[in-house]
């Protein structure tokens, strides 16, 4: 048996919670998965892992184990790294996700410069706005905005997404433009407000508004919310309301004409905006290369404010 092999095997088994989730993310056959596990806990003499029909979970003696597995192994990607060099040319598949807004104005305009400096990493770059189980996915890093749910996650902030309140000039025709956020909560005004919802809790996000020691909530009436970024923008674009983006994303509908600036004397609370990926895996050359580039694209971009 081959003792790292197994090691790594009965890790992924821990980390997905099924042996059938393990082997597809390790694209090996489940019976080859469920033998080196068994091969282990007998070279071992104990148990492992308590085997159900859907799901595995870890022993006391598993979870023992699992945790100083995860360090060997560690330590053993680190010798083999710095033995071939494979740090000075960080190569290998590399799966990230990346919310939608971020994704189409900063990392794919800049995709070919990181692929030039890192021609041996091959990306397979995941694109939306809901949460991404990192470990049952088999995700190497994500870049999302707001505070971490999850403890667990190691985190790297790489900047902040400032907000504006924006619509566009065929609905400031047709509705008026506002003069206080109040105004957006009356609904004698005709306003509507446009707001973003969460693809799995389904929880509406009020417009927000702070001025001083004034802090305002904004969430009726509202005919319209969206879940995704960029859609969220082209229905502010489409005049279907006031609506708050990252300067960010209305910078070049501003500079164009197609989106007005609202309220400018109200300010909104910024969106931390960090580099994410599983803390029981030691950060490799390739993750620590796009992590350090995902930096530099953030310090680079006066609109990313630190």
């Given at each position: 048996?081959?003792?790292?092999?197994?090691?790594?095997?009965?890790?992924?088994?821990?980390?997905?919670?099924?042996?059938?989730?393990?082997?597809?993310?390790?694209?090996?056959?489940?019976?080859?998965?469920?033998?080196?596990?068994?091969?282990?806990?007998?070279?071992?003499?104990?148990?492992?892992?308590?085997?159900?029909?859907?799901?595995?979970?870890v022993?006391?003696?598993?979870a023992?184990?699992?945790?100083?597995?995860?360090?060997?192994?560690?330590?053993?990607?680190?010798?083999?790294?710095?033995?071939?060099?494979?740090?000075?040319?960080?190569?290998?598949?590399?799966?990230?996700?990346?919310?939608?807004?971020?994704?189409?104005l900063?990392?794919?305009?800049?995709?070919?410069?990181?692929?030039?400096?890192?021609?041996?990493i091959?990306?397979?770059?995941g694109?939306?706005?809901?949460?991404?189980?990192?470990?049952?996915?088999?995700?190497d890093c994500?870049?999302?905005?707001?505070?971490?749910s999850?403890?667990?996650?190691?985190?790297?902030?790489?900047?902040?997404?400032d907000?504006?309140?924006?619509?566009?000039?065929?609905?400031?025709?047709?509705?008026?433009?506002?003069?206080?956020?109040?105004?957006?909560?009356?609904?004698?005004?005709?306003?509507?407000?446009?707001?973003?919802?969460?693809r799995?809790?389904?929880?509406?996000?009020?417009?927000?508004?702070?001025?001083?020691?004034?802090?305002?909530?904004?969430?009726?009436?509202?005919?319209?919310?969206?879940?995704?970024?960029?859609?969220?923008?082209s229905?502010?674009?489409?005049?279907?309301?006031?609506?708050?983006?990252?300067?960010?994303?209305?910078?070049?509908?501003?500079?164009?004409?197609?989106?007005?600036?609202?309220?400018?004397?109200?300010?909104?609370v910024?969106?931390?905006?960090?580099?994410?990926y599983?803390?029981n895996s030691?950060?490799?050359?390739?993750?620590?290369?796009?992590?350090?580039?995902?930096?530099?694209?953030?310090?680079?971009?006066?609109?990313?404010?630190?």
């Amino acid at each position: 048996m081959d003792q790292i092999q197994a090691m790594r095997i009965f890790a992924r088994v821990v980390e997905a919670g099924t042996f059938t989730l393990a082997a597809d993310t390790l694209q090996l056959p489940k019976a080859t998965v469920t033998k080196h596990v068994q091969a282990l806990e007998d070279r071992l003499k104990v148990k492992l892992l308590n085997r159900t029909t859907r799901r595995v979970t870890v022993t006391t003696d598993g979870a023992a184990y699992y945790d100083r597995a995860v360090r060997v192994l560690a330590d053993f990607d680190d010798l083999e790294a710095s033995m071939s060099q494979v740090r000075a040319t960080p190569r290998g598949r590399l799966r990230v996700d990346v919310g939608t807004s971020i994704a189409r104005l900063l990392i794919i305009p800049h995709l070919a410069e990181f692929q030039s400096r890192y021609p041996d990493i091959q990306i397979d770059l995941g694109v939306s706005d809901r949460p991404v189980d990192l470990i049952g996915d088999n995700v190497d890093c994500v870049i999302r905005g707001g505070e971490l749910s999850d403890q667990s996650l190691v985190a790297r902030r790489v900047g902040n997404l400032d907000f504006i309140t924006v619509a566009s000039p065929d609905y400031l025709k047709r509705h008026g433009t506002p003069t206080h956020p109040r105004e957006l909560g009356d609904p004698g005004t005709g306003h509507n407000s446009v707001l973003y919802f969460a693809r799995v809790s389904a929880r509406r996000y009020p417009l927000e508004f702070k001025q001083g020691d004034e802090y305002i909530e904004i969430s009726t009436p509202s005919t319209l919310a969206v879940n995704e970024s960029n859609a969220y923008t082209s229905v502010l674009l489409a005049g279907h309301g006031v609506g708050q983006i990252t300067t960010f994303q209305a910078h070049p509908h501003i500079a164009r004409g197609e989106l007005v600036r609202l309220l400018p004397e109200w300010t909104q609370v910024p969106l931390p905006v960090y580099v994410v990926y599983p803390p029981n895996s030691h950060l490799s050359a390739k993750v620590r290369a796009f992590v350090d580039w995902v930096v530099e694209l953030f310090a680079a971009d006066p609109l990313l404010q630190r």
